[in-house]
C-alpha cells in the first residue's frame, strides 16, 4: 500500500493518522517518507540511526528524531476541536479468573516458562523472542478464555461460566442494555469476539 502511495504523483501529500508509531518506528518513517520523500533517509538508515538507538531508550536519539519531524506533524487534540465534549472517563476493572480457569493458567505457565527458558537457554534472549511472544500470547488468551487456547483434548470441559472474563462482560451489558445505552467491545482475539457474540445471542 505504501509503494503504491508514493508511486501516485501530486503536487500536495498528506498523510492522516491516529497512530503514527502503532508497533515499530519504522511506521513513522514510512509516513514522513510518503510525504516528504528523503528526509529520513532509506529504511535502512533509518533503522541504523534512529530506530535501534531509540529501542534501546537514548533520549538525545529520541530528541533529534522529535526535532526534525516537528514542522511536518500538526497534532490536533479533542481540547482543540471539540472542547464541549466531557472528559473520558478510564476504569479499570480487575477480574479474577474463575477456578478451573486459574488452575489451566498455572499448568499454562509452568509449560510455557519451561519451553521458553529452554530455548533461551539454546539460542540466547534475542533469538528466543518469538517463542517468548508465543508463549505471552497464550498465558493472554488463557486469562481472557480457557477456549481460546486450543487444548483439544480438554476443551469439551470449558462453557461461558469457565470464563471469569466474560463471566464479567455479561454482567456489564447486562447493566448497560437494562440501562438504554449502546455498547462497543473490542479484543485483540477474533475467537474471543465469537464466544462473546454467542453468548450476546443466547441472552
Not at 509452568?110 to 540466547?124: C, D, I, P, T, Y
Not at 493472554?140 to 462482560?169: F, M, Y
Amino acid at each position: 500500500t505504501a509503494r503504491a502511495a508514493k508511486r501516485v504523483k501530486s503536487e500536495h501529500r498528506l498523510a492522516l493518522t491516529g497512530t503514527p508509531i502503532e508497533n515499530r518506528l519504522s511506521e513513522i518513517w514510512s509516513i514522513i517518507d510518503f510525504v516528504s520523500p528523503g528526509m529520513l533517509g532509506s529504511l535502512k538508515t533509518f533503522e541504523e540511526k534512529y530506530a535501534r538507538p531509540v529501542e534501546r531508550g537514548d533520549e538525545e536519539t529520541i530528541r533529534k528524531l522529535r526535532a526534525i519531524v516537528r514542522p511536518l506533524v500538526l497534532r490536533r487534540t479533542k481540547s482543540e476541536v471539540a472542547p464541549e465534549l466531557p472528559s473520558k472517563i478510564e476504569q479499570d476493572i480487575v477480574v479474577p479468573l474463575a477456578d478451573d480457569q486459574a488452575r489451566l493458567y498455572k499448568q499454562l505457565l509452568q509449560q510455557v516458562r519451561a519451553n521458553v527458558m529452554s530455548e533461551v537457554e539454546k539460542q540466547g534472549v534475542s533469538k528466543a523472542q518469538l517463542q517468548i511472544l508465543t508463549a505471552l500470547t497464550r498465558l493472554r488468551q488463557a486469562a481472557c478464555d480457557p477456549r481460546l487456547v486450543k487444548l483439544h483434548a480438554i476443551n469439551a470441559e470449558w462453557n461461558d461460566d469457565t470464563s471469569g472474563k466474560l463471566n464479567a462482560l455479561r454482567e456489564i451489558l447486562e447493566e448497560a442494555v437494562a440501562g438504554g445505552h449502546r455498547v462497543l467491545v473490542f479484543s485483540q482475539f477474533v475467537e474471543m469476539l465469537k464466544l462473546l457474540e454467542a453468548a450476546c445471542r443466547e441472552r
